[in-house]
Structures are given as C-alpha cells and as structure tokens.
C-alpha cells in the first residue's frame, strides 16, 4: 500500500537558511537556553568561521537549541530524522534543514554535507543519531573519521550536559534543571585534519563524546524535585537486578518496582537510586543500564539471543506528510537480525529483514507522542517503518541486542569494534 504514495525526496539540495528566518530561529532558542542557565564554554573557537562540521551529542530537543544559540548568527544547515519533517517539510528545509533516515548508509546525504561545505555554512550532524536512552554516549560509526577527512574543513564538537536531566527520553517532562552547561571546542582544524588518519579522527571523537548526565547531576548538586521523576525509567531499566527477571519492571510516582519480586527503589532528587529494603544493587543508573547490556552480551555470545515471535502493527512514513498505516504482521528479532512480514489492508504481504551486519544500532521510541507505544524504527533509504510489538518484550533490550549482536558479528570476523565505535 505506502508504494502508491510519493517517496520524500533526498536529492532535493540543502537549502540555505533564509535570511528572514535566521532572527527566528535564535528567538525561538534563546527563552529555553535562558531559562535553564545555559552556560557555554568555547575552546579553540573564537574567530573561527564557517564553512565546519558541528558534531554534537543527542539527548533532547533542546541540544537543537543550545547549538542554534551556540553559533548564531552563522548559517547552519542540520541532518535531521525525517519523522522531526512530519507536517512541516517545508518549513525544515527553509531553515536549513536536511532529511537523514536513521541508521542508512545514504550517498546523497554526503552529497548534501559537501554542497553545505561549497556554501561556506556549517554543517550540524548529531552522530549518535538518537537521543541517549539514559544519558550517556551511544556508539559512534565508524565512518565519522573517513567523513571529516573527506570534507577537509574544521571539526567541532559540541557536548552538552543536563538536557538529559531536565527532560529525559522515557520521560519528557521539563523539570526545570538548571544551570545546564555545553562545552564547544575546536577538535581538529584544518591544517590540523591534513596529517589525522581517518582512526586517530575517530579515537579523538570517542573521547570527546564521553560524558554521564547522572554523573554530572551528583557532581554539582543539583536537584530534581518533580514528583513523578521516576515514572518511564521502567522502559530503560526492564529487568530486575533482585530476582533478575525481564519486562516486569513498573514505575509510579519516585519509585520503580519490580511486580515479580515486589522490591522497590526509590530515584531521589539528587539522581541516585536507592532501595527501600535490601541491596541498593546500582545507584546509578547508567550501571543498571549497562549491567542490562552485559546480559544480553552473554546471550548473544552463547548464540541464545531472540525476542520470540511477537504480533506487531507496522505504520510507514514514505514521505514527510503523516504515517500511513501498513497492517499487521510478526516480528522477530535473533540471532539473524530482525525479520518482519506482515500483510496489509490491500491484502498485499510486506517485509522487512535487517540482518545483523547491516544495522549496527537502532532507535527506538517509548510510548509514541504519548498514545502509540513502545516501538521499534526500521529504515530503508526510501522508507521508514515504526513497529509496534505486543506481548512481552523490551524495545531497550532490542536496542542493546542490535548492537551487540553487530559487534559479536565484527569480533567473529576478525575486525572488532573499538569501544565507543561501530
């Protein structure tokens, strides 16, 4: 069925941002920075001018607002999703804008990225290419080293802190954290670029993009008094590290319980985790994060890894105007990768399969614009497929799976991923 609708066009060149929109985009940053006490530290930066590359870290929208504030009033062009086009094509692309699907290799895209260097602007990329799901770093690909390399302009990364706090991915109640701080800093210039190798390029980006909100948040004592602060951490922390088991975790109000083993934690205002009884097994989040990821290294490494058979429905996006749905079908995610099959309301059989050297991560959503559910987001360059299981499952662990099963894919071969880099 989306075949009969008109794909977005990729090839459509970037356009330069309008200059009666430029004031606009600064007035619609500047209230949220200031709100929240943004504060910025340049290093390397000053008189420095376009045409760079910007790469930024991703955990909310306000990282688009802090780095719009960053470097006004220079042009910029950013890569976006093209679910953030949906019902404003138009307006995205008039003020610099460029459509990106999500985890693509896309040769137009760099095309793109060259025509916005030409145009001496800079160039926004967000190279996690989803927001953190507890506010620390996602793995970086590895074509980010050869990217820089190729475009022969000045690297600058800009790594903000607290916009996960403030308004967290399972969560996205502003919670008034501030101050909230960015550091923006010259990473490579130009002449500097000439002698890097492509891997030295990405070493120093990994390092870069280090950072941990939670960490941040205890280090300066800030903190979050909204009562309902832990409500939604259940979808990023979904197996018990008391009894162990999956998907049974819930959270109300400051607490997450486990509904199998009935032990709760209580998420203070400070950002640590803290048991009412017993073991408090991780305070920081994050650990219980990663302690997750351990465990489903461990079934990816004994071959065991699946979600099972699971119901889905499947809505798809061939363009930027509104998600069509596709119908209904089944989903697996395995040792394979993902497979999807399904038939739609034409009586037409779809499929999708993503096998796993040909995804190294995947970006996932909690509870879609409040009413649609946990899903999971497969791309092709020409469409984009939001997949909505039922039963039990954890799209936090379909995420964390994609990614191991990528990376014990490239270990078996011979060519390990380094940490941080896919």
Same mark, same amino acid.
């Given at each position: 069925? =989306?075949?009969?609708? @008109? ?10 941002? &309008? ?29 420095? *001018? ?16 802090? =780095?719009?504030?960053?470097? #006004? ?9 093209? /679910? ?17 699907? &999500?985890?693509?290799?896309?040769? !137009? ?21 989803? #927001?953190? %799901? ?12 050869? %990217?820089? *390399? ?34 923006? !800093? ?6 500097? $670029?000439?002698?890097?190798?492509? /891997? ?13 909100? #939670? ?37 109300? /109000? ?25 073991? !408090? ?8 994060? +990663?302690? +997750? ?7 990816? +490494? ?25 119908? +209904?079908? @089944? ?12 038939? /739609?309301?034409?009586?037409? =059989? ?8 040909? %995804? ?17 987001? $497969?791309?092709? %360059? ?13 799209? !936090?662990?379909?995420? $964390? ?9 490239? @270990? ?5 991923? @380094?940490?941080?880099?896919?």
């Amino acid at each position: 069925m =989306a075949d009969n609708f @008109k794909r977005f066009d990729r090839k459509a060149p970037p356009i330069r941002t &309008k200059w009666y929109l430029r004031p606009l985009t600064y007035l619609l940053s500047v209230p949220d920075t200031k709100k929240h006490g943004l504060k910025i530290t340049k290093n390397g930066v000053d008189g420095l *001018k376009p045409p760079y590359l910007l790469l930024c870290n991703h955990n909310a929208f306000m990282d688009f607002k802090a =780095a719009t504030a960053a470097i #006004y009033p220079e042009r910029a062009n950013y890569i976006v999703a093209i /679910d953030g086009f949906i019902g404003r094509e138009k307006l995205l692309r008039n003020v610099g804008c460029i459509c990106k699907r &999500k985890f693509t290799n896309d040769i !137009t895209l760099i095309r793109n990225i060259r025509r916005v260097m030409e145009n001496g602007d800079i160039c926004v990329i967000y190279p996690e290419a989803r #927001y953190s %799901l507890c506010g620390t770093t996602a793995v970086l690909p590895r074509s980010l080293g050869e %990217l820089c *390399k190729m475009l022969g302009v000045p690297v600058v990364t800009f790594i903000c802190h607290g916009h996960h706090i403030n308004s967290p991915f399972w969560n996205l109640h502003d919670r008034g954290v501030k101050p909230t701080e960015a550091e923006m !800093t010259l990473l490579y210039s130009k002449e500097e $670029l000439k002698t890097a190798s492509a /891997d030295e390029i990405n070493d120093k980006l990994v390092k870069a993009f280090q950072y941990d909100d #939670y960490k941040w948040q205890y280090e300066r004592g800030i903190k979050v008094t909204y009562e309902k602060r832990a409500e939604g951490l259940h979808k990023v922390l979904y197996q018990c590290p008391h009894c162990k088991t999956e998907f049974k975790m819930t959270s109300k /109000d400051d607490k997450l319980i486990c509904s199998s083993c009935g032990k709760v934690w209580r998420y203070l205002e400070n950002g640590r985790l803290h048991a009412e009884d017993g073991e !408090t097994e991780f305070y920081h989040i994050p650990d219980w994060y +990663e302690w +997750e990821r351990s465990n489903v290294r461990a079934e990816v +490494e004994a071959g065991a890894y699946s979600s099972g058979e699971l119901d889905v429905t499947v809505d798809s996006l061939p363009n930027a105007k509104k998600f069509i749905r596709l119908g +209904e079908g @089944k989903m697996t995610h395995d040792m394979n990768g993902f497979t999807v099959r399904g038939v /739609d309301f034409d009586g037409d =059989a779809f499929e999708m399969i993503k096998d796993v050297p040909s %995804l190294y991560s995947c970006h996932i959503e909690y509870d879609y614009l409040g009413k649609h559910g946990d899903c999971v987001d $497969l791309n092709t %360059l020409d469409d984009t497929w939001y997949i909505y299981p039922s039963g039990d499952f954890s799209v !936090t662990k379909m995420a $964390l799976a994609t990614e191991e099963l990528y990376f014990n894919y490239k @270990k078996k071969q011979g060519k390990p991923c @380094k940490p941080g880099l896919a």
